[in-house]
């Protein structure tokens, strides 16, 4: 900013630029706080507000219609003894920890093929990306369609004398389908942050490690990986918290129950059904409170992961 | 890397890739072509097993019925409502707050920035319950207003116009500021028209988000006259379970708007995922 009054002002007396320059910084802080005052108001509303707001509910005990009351941290202990809340954990954490190292490792293998000199890449990429920026309702109902008792994965199967379940009705392989529907939405869409990542990575690298005689394998392992661990490990972070939080599949492939014998119910529906199916508010929000503790535990584990790492190489 | 050996096995590594990429877009594109052919097949043949891929004859009379049987075209409608308003919305309040942050300075400026990027953190399933009190005492539910407001900022794209802005040289705005231009004209005159691609990314990505929206608008819309496509569509496999060639049809109207956008400024999309990594 020193430039700036510097160019502007320059013909002035050192006092008047100086005065200058003061009601200008104190223009400006008034702009600066105007000009992001209504994002920093709705984030307040809708994001941290209601963060901070549910860990204050999981202290009371109400069910939206009657009046709430203090009730410590019953809800909590009451959450602790439910069956349910440990399924809907146990869904949940296995879920993510299916989904996100195979989506990671499927992006990045497809980004890795990608960014060779291949033909029709732009169509391929489109085709990879496609699914990204569909809607989840939509495609849930599509591959209701698809792991039908009649549909198109067991008439697949059925060329080969498979006789394959009714996929989304059978408790053992309910949640399994959800994973592969979801790694099948979100791989392509990290394919895109991997890419950008290696069109970051210097050929000469490769080149130097080609004239080293190295292996295509393991200039990938020695050269690519590494040096794409910062995006490695947004793709790991941005995949537990979407996979820890998943709830629209789950909700409209069970109907909104979590069936069948509650193998769909994830943290989420479950924090629903409080609201909607319960009327207890105060689960709900013990609920809320509990999932991001999970989060940032699992985000930390993951940073201490990555730091350790790289402390190898 | 030389010899006819390398080469060969060069050409081999080729096809193999490009087996992998053909299987793999196969399996991404599968699923949207079962859709459009169960689309166009009376449900007698949608029933048909082992499943039938070419409809003979093609029917269209579902894609016709549809918009008789359930109010689509209001759904269409309240999306649209819905989902240009939040765009719009963002567009000023994410590039004004981006602005900001990367161009003027003042106090407390770097704690705000860290403050907006973390609540990337709190996506908004997870304060499902929370918001849906508020909206509820705030009486924005069963209203246009429940599924606008709270999308009408995001963290994501108050960083996205950020980065944009970081990018102008200063010596376009010195010039301004000499003239004696404000701030706003400064922001309005030089600096936005100056990030257009960016607004363009940043207007994709969240009418793709708000369109696809699905909890949002489960949690405000009661009535069926508010429903937006994704929660019409739910609502109505709900209703008529066995009729897939009718949900097909739903789902492929519901899928064009997004993939018409997709197809004509797929580099737009792409840009904002490589810059945010974000949806």
Redesign the interface.
């Known amino acids: 900013?020193a430039?700036?009054e510097g160019?502007?002002s320059s013909s002035l007396p050192a006092v008047a630029k100086s005065n200058a320059f003061r009601r200008r910084?104190r223009r400006?802080?008034g702009?600066?706080?105007m000009?992001?005052l209504?994002?920093?108001l709705?984030?307040f509303?809708?994001?941290?507000?209601?963060?901070l707001?549910?860990l204050y509910?999981s202290f009371f005990s109400w069910s939206?219609l009657n009046h709430m009351h203090f009730v410590g941290w019953k809800n909590f202990e009451q959450l602790f003894q439910m069956p349910l809340f440990w399924i809907s954990v146990r869904n949940s954490v296995v879920f993510a920890l299916v989904v996100v190292p195979t989506q990671t490792v499927i992006a990045l293998?497809?980004a890795a093929?990608?960014n060779?000199n291949?033909?029709?890449r732009g169509?391929?990429?489109?085709?990879?990306?496609?699914?990204?920026?569909?809607?989840?309702?939509?495609?849930?109902?599509?591959?209701?369609?698809?792991y039908?008792k009649?549909?198109?994965l067991n008439?697949f199967l059925?060329?080969f004398g498979i006789v394959g379940p009714d996929w989304l009705g059978n408790p053992q392989f309910a949640l399994s389908s959800i994973m592969v529907l979801n790694i099948?939405t979100t791989s392509?869409?990290f394919m895109?942050?991997f890419?950008?990542g290696l069109q970051a990575i210097p050929a000469e690298l490769y080149e130097a490690s080609?004239i080293d005689g190295a292996s295509?394998w393991k200039s990938f392992t020695h050269i690519t990986v590494p040096l794409l661990s910062p995006?490695t490990f947004?793709?790991v972070v941005?995949g537990i918290?979407?996979t820890l939080?998943?709830?629209?599949q789950s909700?409209?492939m069970s109907?909104g129950t979590g069936g069948p014998l509650n193998s769909t119910t994830t943290i989420?529906l479950l924090?629903?059904q409080?609201?909607f199916s319960y009327g207890q508010?105060g689960y709900?929000?013990a609920a809320?409170v509990l999932?991001?503790i999970l989060?940032l535990l699992a985000?930390l584990a993951t940073n201490w992961w990555f730091k350790r790492k790289l402390d190898y190489l | 890397?030389v010899g006819a050996r390398n080469s060969f096995s060069y050409r081999l590594?080729?096809v193999l890739?490009?087996l992998?990429?053909t299987l793999?877009?196969l399996?991404?594109?599968?699923?949207?072509a079962?859709?459009l052919s169960?689309s166009l097949k009376p449900l007698s043949e949608s029933?048909a097993?082992?499943?039938v891929w070419w409809p003979h004859p093609f029917d269209w009379s579902n894609f016709v019925a549809i918009w008789t049987m359930v109010p689509l075209a209001r759904w269409f409608l309240n999306s649209a409502i819905v989902a240009v308003s939040v765009t719009v919305g963002n567009l000023i309040?994410?590039s004004?707050?981006g602005?900001?942050?990367a161009r003027?300075?003042?106090?407390g400026?770097s704690i705000?920035h860290l403050?907006?990027v973390s609540?990337l953190?709190?996506?908004f399933?997870?304060?499902?319950?929370?918001?849906?009190?508020?909206l509820?005492w705030l009486g924005l539910l069963d209203n246009y207003g429940g599924m606008i407001?709270?999308g009408?900022?995001s963290?994501m794209g108050?960083f996205l116009m950020r980065q944009a802005f970081l990018t102008i040289p200063?010596e376009l705005?010195?010039a301004a500021?000499?003239d004696g231009a404000g701030?706003?004209r400064m922001?309005w005159q030089i600096s936005l028209p100056m990030v257009t691609p960016n607004l363009m990314t940043l207007a994709l990505m969240i009418f793709?988000g708000s369109?696809?929206n699905?909890?949002l608008p489960?949690l405000v819309a009661n009535r069926s006259h508010l429903w937006t496509?994704?929660?019409g569509?739910?609502m109505f496999?709900?209703e008529y379970f066995v009729n897939?060639p009718y949900?097909?049809a739903a789902?492929v109207l519901?899928?064009l708007p997004?993939?018409f956008l997709?197809?004509v400024f797929?580099r737009f999309?792409?840009r904002g995922?490589?810059?945010t990594?974000?949806?």
């Open positions: 900013m430039g700036i160019a502007g910084a400006e802080l702009v600066g706080y000009f992001t209504p994002s920093v709705l984030l509303l809708f994001t941290l507000g209601p963060a707001y549910s509910l939206l293998g497809l093929i990608l060779q291949l033909p029709a169509f391929f990429r489109l085709a990879f990306f496609f699914p990204a920026v569909s809607s989840s309702a939509v495609i849930s109902i599509i591959f209701m369609w698809i039908n009649f549909g198109l008439g059925s060329v099948w392509g869409y895109i942050v890419l950008a080609a295509r995006s947004f793709i941005m918290v979407g939080q998943m709830f629209d909700f409209i109907q989420v924090i629903y409080f609201i508010v709900g929000a809320t999932l991001f989060i985000t | 890397m590594v080729r890739y490009l992998i990429l793999g877009a399996a991404m594109l599968i699923p949207f079962w859709s169960t029933m097993y082992p499943p309040i994410d004004l707050a602005y900001a942050l003027i300075p003042f106090r400026r705000l403050g907006i609540m953190m709190i996506p399933q997870s304060v499902m319950l929370p918001v849906y009190i508020l509820r407001v709270p009408l900022v963290a108050v200063q705005e010195d500021m000499i701030r706003l922001f793709m369109w696809n699905f909890l489960l496509v994704p929660l569509i739910v496999q709900q897939w949900l097909m789902s519901a899928t997004i993939a997709f197809l797929q999309f792409v995922v490589a810059t990594g974000l949806k």
